[in-house]
């Protein structure tokens, strides 16, 4: 996939669901992954020429594990002029050596979430833009009827009335295939994930079973991303267009 046609998709996503407005300040949580790499692409791209004028900034989270270099990602925001920040953390040693969790996930998840928080808003911003592509959202309603039993996905555009911001994600109709394509293209400095818990969570579960079940029902996640879209789901705002 070309920058051109990742723009395209996320310009769709933000139009469709009013995600930017002038003035808005948005920071990106930057992984180290592939997709948040792509996002942040994506709005600077978007940056250069979108009648709605906003300022981005990129923010990772270090969990304190060993050898975690984002000197790439450094390098990559000074060519892009986004300025970015790195929040040092012990959350891996908290998590894994202190409460040597079974399931590490979820506290992990919230401790993470909470140091981003703090940082965002320190840093002035009003919103926060997640790179949750297409996949994920089919992936979240599967884990949902699964483990909960209700038909269900996190939205486009979440208000979180706790810290006052406003979460965004721009890249709902992007699929992974195309996030891989990009990276690969245009030689992204993905950092891997040196969780020791990566690759063996109940998504990871989930995602084998939909890849089965598209190779054995050829184009059923995308028709399982038009129900969600179309599903009425509680806290999904209409399209404005």
Known sequence: MKLQQLMSYTRR???????????????????????SLTLLYALHGLQRYYLKK??????????????????????????????????KTEIARIVFDERNEKNPCSLCAKMRKGALNDTIKKLGCNKIAYAHHKDDIVETMMMSLIYEGHFYSFPPVTHLDRT???????????SEADVKG?????????????????????RQYVKDLLRKLNQENPGVKERMFSAIVNGNIPDWTPKIR
């Open 13 to 35: 996503a933000i139009d469709d669901y009013n995600m930017i407005q002038d003035g808005d300040r948005i920071a990106i949580g930057i992984s180290g992954g592939k997709d």
């Open 164 to 174: 006052d911001l406003t979460v965004i994600r721009p890249l709902m109709y992007v």
């Open 54 to 87: 906003f300022d981005l900034e990129a923010i990772t989270v270090d969990l304190g594990h060993p050898d975690f270099d984002v000197s790439g990602i450094h390098s990559l925001c000074e060519t892009m002029r986004v300025p970015y920040t790195v929040v």
């Open 182 to 202: 990009f990276c690969n293209k245009y030689q992204l400095p993905v950092v891997k994930s040196p969780c020791p818990a990566d690759g063996y969570t109940k």
